[in-house]
């Protein structure tokens, strides 16, 4: 008696099933962070439009002993990616409040500096229901100053 085998290639449904389930967790661990470091990466126009709106802000006071006049800042308001900047006097003009307000994708985060040179992250959101925390710097994804 003879038997012939038949050779067949491919893959079961086994492996197929082990293949898919570990591209699956490897996507649930990476994807969290990816999406953190995209927030991230979209924060940083708007903290560098701070960062030069300050300077700018600076310069100005040199020359005129105050950060603008009529109740308007030195500088005009600003639109970078995602994000709305905002200028507004104190004390006579003495004193300034730079805003930057995010919308669409980066919408509730909020950062701010002054003419004392304090940043701040106003607000960020939270995933649950954590409460949103102001912080002594400008922090893209809510770490603590420093960490």
Known sequence: MTSTYTTSRGFT??????????????LAVALPGYSAQVQRSRAMPALMELSVASIQLEKFFQRKQQYGAGGKCAIPDAEVEHFSVHCSLS????????????????????????????????????TGNAANA???????????CGA
Do not use: F, N
Not at 101 to 118: C, I, L, S
Not at 134 to 143: E, H, I, M, V, Y
């Open 13 to 26: 449904l086994v492996e197929l099933s082990v293949v898919l389930a570990v591209a699956l967790v490897t």
């Open 91 to 126: 004390d006579d003009g003495r004193g300034y409040t730079l805003d930057a307000v995010g919308h669409g994708p980066m919408a509730g985060y909020q950062y701010r500096t002054d003419e004392k040179g304090r940043q701040q992250t106003i607000s960020l959101p939270q």
């Open 134 to 144: 102001t912080l002594p710097c400008w922090s893209p994804d809510g770490r603590a």
